[in-house]
């Protein structure tokens, strides 16, 4: 596969990858990076880089999340949020978006690693979320239960959270396709639940074992870190 076609696919699969990548690395060439650094350190490691659109529906643009209210359930795009944005031009700096300023949607995700250097690249990361969706959707029967259980407590029509799991020294990376959800539509990291890690392969895991379980990617960022 050639590096144009990968670029392709996986913008295709994951809309906004490219634009992310390339924010993602301005902000951190920005000379003011370190101030929203240390305002969210987690930010880029337990915290994804999120890319959102903003602005008038005459002029949508896209902007980088470095700043705002984070939770289990992602980030509050509702409330006070701080983009990273660039303009035409080239020219980049700070958007600062007041609750009810703006009507922010979220465009995608791409994993943070900077403090798992074991963790693959975001590529590669986001290369095995694409290979298990593939793998879910041909599989008729599992792709039935899911859509049957998805109408019944209002989840997205395909599994959408990404996950990496430790248990002591032991990570398990992989899509969630199983468990209990939380009343606010999040899974609970805390019960049993199924993960999806191979094509083939679902393993049924206790949540309450795990020292670590922390959401890499997914539309809805659904779980929690622990440890």
């Keep these: 596969m050639t590096n144009d076609k990968a670029r392709r696919d996986m913008e295709a699969l ?3 990858h490219e634009k992310n990548d390339a924010l993602r690395a301005a902000f951190l060439a920005h000379a ?3 101030h929203y650094l240390r305002l969210m350190p987690d930010l880029g490691c337990r915290i994804p880089w999120a890319l959102v659109a903003y602005g008038p529906q005459t002029d949508r643009r896209q902007g980088l999340v470095v ?3 984070w939770s289990a359930a992602g980030w509050d795009l509702s409330g006070r949020i701080v983009l990273f944005v660039q303009s035409p031009t080239g020219d980049s700096g700070f958007l600062t978006c007041r609750a009810g300023e703006q009507q922010l949607v979220l465009i995608g995700t791409v994993p943070g690693s900077t403090r798992h250097p ?3 690249d975001a590529v590669t990361l986001l290369g095995h979320v694409a290979e298990l969706t593939a793998a879910w ?3 008729a029967e599992t792709t039935r239960v899911w859509h049957t259980w998805a109408l019944l407590h209002n989840q997205p029509p395909f599994p959408q959270t990404y996950a990496e799991i430790a248990f002591g020294g032991d990570v398990l990376r992989g899509l ?4 209990t959800v939380l009343a606010d539509g999040t899974w609970d990291f805390g019960q049993e639940f199924d993960l999806m890690v191979e094509p083939d392969v679902i393993l049924s895991l206790d949540g309450r074992r795990a020292t670590r379980c922390e959401v890499l990617h997914g539309t809805r960022e659904q779980g929690r870190g622990r440890g």
């Design 176 to 179: 969630v396709v199983g468990g």
């Design 14 to 16: 994951f809309p906004g």
């Design 32 to 34: 003011d990076a370190d």
């Design 118 to 120: 074991d963790r693959p």
């Design 67 to 69: 700043g705002g209210r």
């Design 137 to 139: 959707h041909a599989d």
